[in-house]
Structure formats: C-alpha cells, structure tokens
Nanobody, 112 residues
Framework: QVQLVESGGGLVQPGGSLRLSCAAS????????CGWVRQAPGKEFEWVSN????????MYADSVKGRFTISRDNAKNTLYLQMNSLLPEDMAVYYC?????RGQGTQVTVSS
C-alpha cells in the first residue's frame, strides 16, 4: 500500500522549533523528489520546500528560507522538515508529498 504518514506536529510558542517527519512505504522512496506543502485555515495550499531524490538539491519558499530545513534519509524511507524560529503565520496543516502521493497531514500550531 502506497502511503506517507506525517508526524511531529504540535503546539509551539513563537520562536520555537519543531521537527516534522514523513514515513514512506509501498513505493521506492529514493527514486522520488519530495516536498512539503501547508494549508492554513481558510487559505490555499502553499508550497514550502522540495528536495531531490538523493537529497543533494533543496528549494524553499521565501517565507521559510533560513528558518526551515528539509532533509531525507533514504535508508529509513523518511522525509524531514526542521522548523526553527516559528511564527504565528507558520500555523497550518503540513503535508508531505512525493511524486503526487500525499500524506494525511500534521497540525502545527504556533501560539503563546
């Protein structure tokens, strides 16, 4: 069964950090470029970051550049998103996406 399962979301204060994980199964993870998108309440999906299949190339939205770091461990079939210096506007449901396969999302809440 092709599946992506996100975890690591939660409640954090502004300026705090979270690390999201996305576990892949049912397909050859290392062959796919992957990324993260997010959706805030009442808003459209927003692309956050991408990483190449081998992990050597990354891209970030301007809104998260310098604060977020995407990475992957192909031996563990897992994608990560390290989020630092979180802002209230980062609050959203975060989804991982690999070649159009998307997980169920994990909620990130940034509030004092």
């Amino acid at each position: 069964q092709v599946q992506l399962v996100e975890s690591g979301g939660g409640l954090v204060q502004p300026g705090g950090s979270l690390r999201l994980s996305c576990a892949a199964s049912g397909f050859t993870f290392k062959n796919y470029g992957c990324g993260w998108v997010r959706q805030a309440p009442g808003k459209e999906f927003e692309w956050v970051s991408n990483i190449s299949p081998a992990g050597g190339a990354t891209m970030y939205a301007d809104s998260v550049k310098g604060r977020f770091t995407i990475s992957r461990d192909n031996a563990k079939n897992t994608l990560y998103l390290q989020m630092n210096s979180l802002l209230p506007e980062d609050m959203a449901v975060y989804y991982c996406d690999c070649g159009g396969i998307r997980g169920q999302g994990t909620q990130v809440t940034v509030s004092s």
